[in-house]
C-alpha cells in the first residue's frame, strides 16, 4: 500500500505557474505508474498526466499538452506537475494518483490509490 500527499496549490493569475508535489510513502514508490487528475466543481474527475516507473515514459491529456509537465523522482519518493502558461479553466482540484498496472493509463480506474488532492485556482 502506498499513502500520498500532493501540495502546492494555491491562487495564481492567468499565464502563472504553480508545481504541484506528491509525496509517496509505504510500498517502493518505483513499483508504481503515477498520474495526476483533476476535477472542477460539477464535473467528472478528469486525467491530467501520468508518467511510467523510471519516468522514461509521459503522458498528457490533450488540453494541458505543452504547458504542463509530469516528473517524478524516484530517490525522494515524489511526483511533480510544473504548469505553466495556466488558464481560468485550469481551476480544479489536482490529484495525485498510483497504479500498478503494466503501463500507462488515462483511466482513473485502473488507479488504485489517490491522494486527498489539492486546490488549484486560476483568476483570468
Known amino acids: 500500500q502506498v499513502q500520498l500527499v500532493e501540495s502546492g496549490g494555491g491562487a495564481v493569475q492567468a499565464g502563472g505557474s504553480l508545481r504541484l508535489s506528491c509525496a509517496a510513502s509505504?510500498?517502493?514508490?518505483?513499483?508504481?505508474?503515477m498520474g495526476w487528475f483533476r476535477q472542477a466543481p460539477g464535473e467528472e474527475r478528469e486525467f491530467v498526466a501520468a508518467?511510467?516507473?523510471?519516468?522514461?515514459?509521459?503522458y498528457y491529456a490533450d488540453s494541458v499538452k505543452g504547458r504542463f509537465t509530469i516528473s517524478r523522482d524516484n530517490i525522494q519518493n515524489t511526483v511533480y506537475l510544473q504548469m505553466n502558461s495556466l488558464k481560468h479553466e485550469d481551476t480544479a482540484v489536482y490529484y495525485c494518483?498510483?497504479?500498478?498496472?503494466?503501463?500507462?493509463?488515462?483511466?482513473?480506474?485502473?488507479?488504485?490509490?489517490w491522494g486527498r488532492g489539492t486546490q488549484v485556482t486560476v483568476s483570468s
Open positions: 509505504g510500498r517502493t514508490f518505483a513499483s508504481y505508474i
Open positions: 508518467i511510467t516507473r523510471i519516468g522514461g515514459g509521459t
Open positions: 494518483a498510483a497504479a500498478l498496472m503494466s503501463g500507462v493509463s488515462n483511466d482513473k480506474s485502473r488507479y488504485d490509490y
